[in-house]
């Protein structure tokens, strides 16, 4: 029973670590603005921890680095299970912008399983937050891809048969309509 | 003395009321002035690639299928939003939005795909040569030693180049022998 009340009562509270593995600082001090009480997560249960040990959720903040990516994969298998990793900003989403360097591996999901994504360089403290509370089924996420398709060609295609009239006065008959 | 100051301080701290943001609850809006995804128009965009040639953190991708249809491609995963595809673009077709709340939990999700009729010339019907090996027309060129080529399946770019392994010419035609 007392195993149900903690359940039902220290449900979906994320005890975050925060590693970063090789990214400018930027991150981390959006994710620290995160706890201030002006934005204040930790009335979500979101409390920042010192050890992955402690952990549910280890923010990546960062590209995987040639000499970081080791200590990133024993920071992961130190958490204990269940454990979620979010990429925070746009290193540890796709590797940022020094990506084509010979030091960079690459995104931090080149390492870890990344679960959710927060891009953005630095991403806002609101966008972190909304990110956590995309994870946390507070919100809906608002992004989806978007595809657009040209359907008919603009322009109609050329075809001499189609030229009508001799000498100077020549009119193509598929002239594109005017206005257009 | 000391009961007088907490008490004082308490006085201080209810007075001073609510200053943490129900944010995720509540909608709140970036200033004007930031900086957030960009959405592309594909209405207005004419293919022209400047975008994909500029983007420092090569995030948007290019790949003509045949000749008539060219396919523009936005990741966004590293995307740092700095603007310069927006600062470059002739038609205006893209706008640095204020969205900022783009946590998900697929990295696809931020990405916008255009698919564009490319307008050809009346005369010849093509706007371009077909890709090939051996030509260099502007596209060709994006194939080039040195240049990149966007590989769309696979949504990344490849540089083509081969000229930093040792060994290997920096130019086709001209063998540079560095041995004396």
Avoid at chain 1, 92 to 111: H, Q, R, T
Avoid at chain 1, 124 to 151: C, S, Y
Avoid at chain 2, 109 to 118: C, V
Wanted: net charge positive.
């Amino acid at each position: 029973m007392l195993k149900n009340l903690c359940q039902k009562m220290f449900g979906r509270s994320l005890w975050v670590y925060h590693a970063n593995s090789g990214g400018c600082n930027g991150c981390d001090i959006e994710v620290v603005n995160c706890l201030t009480p002006y934005y204040d997560v930790e009335r979500f249960g979101i409390k920042l921890v010192g050890s992955p040990r402690h952990a549910d959720v280890m923010l990546c903040q960062g590209p995987a680095n040639r000499s970081t990516a080791a200590a990133l994969k024993r920071a992961y298998e130190a958490m204990p299970n269940p454990k979620l990793v979010f990429a925070i900003g746009s290193c540890a989403c796709g590797g940022g912008i020094w990506f084509d360097s010979y030091a960079v591996l690459g995104p931090a999901e080149k390492v870890v399983p990344v679960n959710y994504y927060v891009p953005g360089c630095p991403p806002r403290p609101e966008a972190i937050i909304w990110g956590v509370a995309v994870a946390a089924g507070l919100v809906d996420k608002k992004t989806a891809p978007v595809t657009f398709k040209q359907v008919e060609l603009p322009i109609p295609r050329y075809h001499p048969e189609d030229l009508k009239g001799k000498g100077e006065l020549v009119v193509y008959e598929k002239a594109p309509r005017p206005g257009f | 003395m000391s009961i007088l100051s907490k008490l004082l301080e308490t006085q201080i701290c209810l007075g001073a009321g609510r200053a943490t943001m129900p944010y995720p609850f509540q909608p709140r809006t970036a200033p004007a002035t930031f900086r957030g995804r960009p959405i592309f128009d594909g209405k207005k965009c004419i293919g022209c690639a400047g975008c994909a040639n500029n983007c420092p953190a090569r995030e948007i991708l290019v790949f003509d299928p045949c000749q008539e249809i060219r396919v523009l491609k936005y990741l966004g995963r590293r995307c740092t939003y700095c603007g310069r595809c927006a600062d470059l673009c002739p038609e205006k077709a893209i706008t640095m939005s204020g969205e900022f709340e783009n946590g998900t939990n697929a990295i696809g999700d931020i990405s916008q795909t255009i698919e564009l009729f490319m307008s050809t010339c009346q005369r010849c019907g093509r706007c371009f040569d077909e890709p090939s090996e051996g030509k260099r027309n502007p596209l060709e060129k994006l194939k080039m030693k040195g240049y990149r080529f966007d590989d769309l399946k696979n949504e990344r770019w490849i540089f083509r180049s081969q000229a930093y392994l040792e060994g290997q010419p920096v130019v086709d035609d001209i063998a540079i022998d560095l041995k004396d």
